[in-house]
């Protein structure tokens, strides 16, 4: 069984940090692309940033510059180092993975981030 678990999130100001942690239970996790996607209310979930099993990073243009998505597969968590917040980041931010050459993926409960002006 796949679990995924977020912890990290809060309420911060404007130009505030946090770092969201992912820990992944099963033996998924290194072989798995993982990710971060964030929800605010009345719009579509939205890719944060990704980071492959090689390394890889990739991120929103919206979050350039501000966050780093980063592995630790001794320990089997994702984290995202989210720097200069502002409101507009305000969101239920989802974990998820994707195992290579699986047919499914796995997301996380969620951890709301909510930054005020």
């Known amino acids: 069984q796949v679990q995924l678990v977020e912890s990290g999130g809060g309420s911060v100001q404007a130009g505030g940090s946090l770092r969201l942690s992912c820990a992944a239970s099963?033996?998924?996790?290194?072989?798995?692309?993982m990710g971060w996607y964030r929800q605010a209310p009345g719009k579509q979930r939205e890719l944060v940033a990704h980071?492959?099993?090689?390394?890889?990073?990739n991120y929103a243009d919206s979050v350039k510059g501000r966050f780093t998505i980063s592995r630790d597969n001794a320990v089997n968590i994702v984290y995202l180092q989210m720097n200069s917040l502002k409101p507009e980041d305000t969101a239920v931010y989802y974990c998820?993975?994707?195992?290579?050459?699986?047919?499914?993926?796995?997301w996380g409960q969620g951890t709301q981030v909510t930054v005020s002006s």
């Open positions: 980071i492959t099993t090689g390394g890889i990073t």
């Open positions: 998820h993975a994707a195992p290579i050459s699986f047919a499914t993926s796995y």
């Open positions: 099963g033996n998924i996790f290194r072989r798995s692309v």
